[in-house]
């Protein structure tokens, strides 16, 4: 994306990481035990050598918090923690057994590290579904979901996955996390998060100079996914034929070296 929308100044920048600083000062302090003057210099010193000094993903924060959006989140997130953990606890009772469970692949809209983290963490943190894997470079959240039998089943878990990164984004995510979702939304026939006048000229602009076709829209195919992903047959027989085929050539090519040996 250009300088225009995603330039952020050296000053800016150091306010957003702020919240950050301040969260290992306050680590600090609470291993110490104390809140001293000496203690809060040395946990600064440390979080700016820590955050200078050793290579970490950069986390991007939005620098907006929609308290309204966030308690909404935090409605949701109790009612369907509450509700999972009815439904699995009468999967464990149910005398029919415990039914097909599935691993799948949810491609995320965003690549922000912070919603992908806290999307992992929210859909973890519900009984019934558990992130086994992240996938950072593609957006990918591999999700093990109790009692999912039939595409039906795991459509519904990936539809709840990519509702939880929507609220989170409405909560507190940045112009662009909301415009990557509005523009699938629209795609689909739904009506956008929010379109504050802020991000209604944001989304403009976005879309003048082309981002959609440029940026987060030239991503790779979902990768088969890492072993025992549920309705994986099809992708396991490409990678047997795959196999199968290399095993062969190699057969072929040391046929001729013997042929040329002799």
Partial sequence: MSGRITEIGRGQGFL?????????IVL???LWGTVTVMSVLTGAL??????RLFYLPPVDLSGRFSVYWGLAFAWHFAVDLVRASVHVAWQA?????V???AVLA???HTRSDLIMTLTAEAISLVPGSLVVEIDREQSLLYVHALGAPDEAAVAKVRRTVLVVEERIVSALGSEHDVWLINRERRATGRPPLRLSARQRRYEEIAEAEGEAEAGESGRAPLPAGPAGVGDADGDAAE???AAGDAAAGGDRSRDRSRRGAE
């Fill in 46 to 51: 440390l979080a700016l050598i820590v955050t």
């Fill in 28 to 30: 600090w302090l609470l």
């Fill in 93 to 97: 009772v149910d005398p029919r057994g």
């Fill in 99 to 101: 039914p097909v469970n």
């Fill in 106 to 108: 949810v491609q995320l």
């Fill in 16 to 24: 957003l990481q702020l919240p950050l600083l301040v969260w290992l």
């Fill in 239 to 241: 990678v047997a034929d």
